[in-house]
T-cell receptor, first 113, second 112 residues
Framework: EAGVVQSPRYKIIEKKQPVAFWCNPI?????LYWYLQNLGQGPELLIR????????DSQLPKDRFSAERLKGVDSTLKIQPAELGDSAVYLC???????????FGPGTRLTVL | GEDVEQSLFLSVREGDSSVINCTYT??????LYWYKQEPGAGLQLLTYIFSNMDMKQDQRLTVLLNKKDKHLSLRIADTQTGDSAIYFC????????????FGKGTSLLVTP
């Protein structure tokens, strides 16, 4: 069974540019999470989807961050415009209906210059 | 928010046992998890324990939970160099929905 897929794995952009990250969860997993991991820290939740509905986006900086999961499968996380402090690893995770475990993708490492 | 604390660094010799400790503050925690992260990789789920259990064993891994003291530990028997990685403790509280609250991670170095 394929795991959580994320792309790109690495992205380098200049500040003020837009950037987007893509996630494909494990097949059959209706819950999808985006986490932010800063260097030397544990992941922190940005947003959680149940199917296509964002049920917890309280930690998402909505002035520059947006996310979508239009068909309840793949998801895209966007930053516009990017700032230097956005340099981090963006992790996607998924879990099955009623599942107690979250499975993580490899992450996208963003560097903003 | 609720805190999850871990020691930042642990060094052991190959073949010895490793014990990584974690404390948490959320008394409503329902599940507690251990994840492993190797350089440049995502988080790999190692094991988890439900809050009404006090021990779980899975091959070389033993998880101990002291709910009264809010203390969780991960013991790795016969530690190998391939176990060198960062280990994250995480908890899921009944008040936090399904979001996981992570510690900062313990960097385990296994020396030959």
């Amino acid at each position: 069974e394929a795991g959580v897929v994320q792309s790109p794995r690495y992205k380098i952009i200049e500040k003020k540019q837009p950037v987007a990250f893509w996630c494909n969860p494990i097949s059959g997993h209706n819950t999808l999470y985006w986490y932010l991991q800063n260097l030397g820290q544990g992941p922190e939740l940005l947003i959680r989807y149940e199917n296509e509905e964002a049920v917890d986006d309280s930690q998402l900086p909505k002035d520059r961050f947006s996310a979508e999961r239009l068909k309840g499968v793949d998801s895209t996380l966007k930053i516009q415009p990017a700032e230097l402090g956005d340099s981090a690893v963006y992790l996607c995770a998924s879990s099955s209906p009623g599942g107690n475990t979250q499975y993580f993708g490899p992450g996208t490492r963003l560097t903003v210059l | 928010g609720e805190d999850v604390e871990q020691s930042l660094f642990l060094s052991v010799r190959e073949g010895d046992s490793s014990v990584i400790n974690c404390t948490y503050t959320d008394s409503s925690s329902t599940y507690l998890y251990w994840y492993k992260q190797e350089p440049g990789a995502g988080l790999q789920l190692l094991t988890y324990i439900f809050s009404n259990m006090d021990m779980k064993q899975d091959q070389r891994l033993t998880v101990l939970l002291n709910k009264k003291d809010k203390h969780l530990s991960l013991r790795i028997a016969d530690t190998q160099t391939g176990d060198s990685a960062i280990y994250f403790c995480a908890e899921r509280g009944s008040n936090s929905g399904y979001a996981l609250n992570f510690g900062k991670g313990t960097s385990l170095l296994v020396t030959p």
